[in-house]
């Protein structure tokens, strides 16, 4: 069975430019969660889709971010336009329950650097 | 707001010693709580999680994590290194019924010495 697969593995690009990474879950979960990690710091959550629905989105840092999950499947998560501070990894994770029963499994991330 | 708080940023063990990476949590509930650990190139796995059945919890790959509610520590042990257990490792927190969301501490780097 196929893990969280994610794409890039590692972005760089100039601040000002724009990047798309995606997200594939494992088939059939349908919570799909962004975390960000920045260099030295924790693993911060962005948000969390149920389905292609946004559950919460409490993380997303600003209106530059712009997060999609069309049909359930799949999620992209864009940035427009990047900043340096927004380098740093990007996970992606998913599950099939939530709550107690949760098992996240988490794909290798993104690493985006923003020059 | 809750916290977890992991205690050095990387720890440095000899291949054989006892392994102890530290964790504390902050919160008047005690959360669930998790160990992550990330392999090079790899995306983070669960090691283990203590969901209030049994205070000491027994993982993969020989680690084992004791829940003390007293001192807020969720530290996670290995009695002896090997040079695979080298990676990053997470500890993080979840409470039922608040936000719904994982906390992550900020990562111990285990190096490994020969």
């Known amino acids: 069975e196929a893990g969280v697969t994610q794409f890039p593995s590692h972005s760089v690009i100039e601040k000002g430019q724009t990047v798309t990474l995606r997200c594939d879950p494992i088939?059939?979960?349908?919570?799909l969660y962004w975390y960000r990690r920045v260099m030295g710091k924790e693993i911060k959550f962005l948000l969390h889709f149920v389905k292609e629905s946004k559950q919460d989105e409490s993380g997303m840092p600003n209106n530059r971010f712009l997060a999609e999950r069309t049909g359930g499947t799949y999620s992209t998560l864009k940035v427009q336009p990047a900043e340096l501070e927004d380098s740093g990894v990007y996970f992606c994770?998913?599950?099939?329950?939530?709550?107690?029963?949760?098992?996240?499994?988490f794909g290798s991330g993104t690493q985006l650097s923003v020059l | 707001a809750q916290s977890v708080t992991q205690l050095g940023s990387h720890v440095s063990v000899s291949e054989g010693a006892l392994v102890l990476l530290r964790c504390n949590y902050s919160?008047?509930?005690?959360?669930?709580l998790f160990w992550y650990v990330q392999y090079p190139n790899q995306g983070l796995q669960l090691l283990l999680k203590?969901?209030?059945?049994?205070?000491l919890v027994k993982g993969i790959n020989g680690f084992e994590a004791e829940f003390k509610k007293s001192e807020t520590s969720f530290h996670l042990t290995k009695p002896s290194a090997h040079m695979s257990d080298a990676a990053e490792y997470f500890c993080?927190?979840?409470?039922?019924?608040?936000?719904?969301?994982?906390?992550f501490g900020k990562g111990t780097r285990l190096h490994i010495l020969p």
């Open positions: 203590y969901t209030s059945a049994a205070t």
């Open positions: 994770a998913s599950s099939l329950y939530r709550g107690l029963r949760e098992k996240l499994f």
């Open positions: 993080a927190a979840f409470h039922m019924n608040r936000d719904d969301k994982i906390i």
């Open positions: 919160s008047s509930v005690p959360p669930y």
């Open positions: 088939s059939g979960h349908d919570n």
